[in-house]
């Protein structure tokens, strides 16, 4: 079974201030990792994903990722936050196969940005 | 626009009402996606179709939900005799599928259920 944990229900940051949203998975096979950004009364966007290769990876928006299969995770983090970085944000994987499941999504992040 | 286009916006119903909600995936997509979002959690996967074929359908929550995609282009997710508990945003995505390392999913902007 495959899973995705998001700790931290709510994160607060002031404006400029370094973002950390974190990732951990369990899955019994290599996975895709995926980050999502949800807008309200929009639909989600994906920010950036790891299949293979290198493991820092690069979005839009300015954030990054990166895999660490070591410690089965998959933070998300900005350097310096915007207002406009404040929205719900999912963490998500799948098999490598592109397995019949989709995505398994975890219960998101809700990120606030302090002026 | 050419994204992932579900309709309607909202649908509000009364309790034991059945509702039907459409999704017209990305024109070139051959997999599309069901998902359910309720308040504080993240979207549930519900059922997928490679183009006309539903190749995952035992996670949908109960015999009352079906699902159809009769030409491989657009798809309905059914709730029939809809209870207060199907109260959620439904959400549709699409892909080109096929596992590789492309694959990636679009999705909708999702109809928000509410039942009475």
């Known amino acids: 079974a495959q899973s995705v944990t998001q700790l931290g229900s709510h994160v607060s940051v002031s404006e400029g201030a370094l973002v950390l949203l974190r990732c951990n998975y369990s899955?019994?096979?290599?996975?895709?990792l995926f980050w999502y950004v949800q807008y309200p009364n929009q639909g989600l966007q994906l920010l950036l994903k790891y299949t293979t290769g290198a493991t820092l990876v690069k979005g839009i928006n300015g954030f990054e990722a990166e895999f660490k299969k070591s410690e089965t995770s998959f933070h998300l983090t900005k350097p310096s936050a915007h207002m406009s970085d404040a929205a719900e944000y999912f963490c998500a994987l799948m098999y490598s196969g592109g397995g019949a499941d989709g995505l398994t999504f975890g219960k998101g992040t809700h990120l606030i940005i302090q002026p | 626009d050419t994204g992932v286009s579900q309709d309607p916006r909202h649908k509000i119903t009364k309790r034991g009402q059945n509702v039907t909600f459409r999704c017209d995936p990305i024109?070139?997509?051959?997999?599309l996606y069901w998902y359910r979002q309720t308040l504080g959690q993240g979207p549930e996967f519900l059922t997928y179709?490679?183009?006309?074929?539903?190749?995952?359908k035992s996670r949908l929550l109960s015999d009352r939900f079906s699902a159809e995609r009769p030409k491989g282009s657009f798809s309905t997710l059914e709730i029939q005799r809809t209870e207060q508990g199907d109260s959620a945003m439904y959400l549709c995505a699409s892909s080109l599928g096929g596992g590789s390392t492309n694959e990636k999913l679009f999705f909708g902007s999702g109809t928000q259920l509410s039942v009475l």
């Open positions: 179709f490679q183009n006309e074929a539903q190749l995952e």
């Open positions: 899955s019994s096979v290599p996975p895709y």
């Open positions: 024109s070139e997509h051959n997999r």
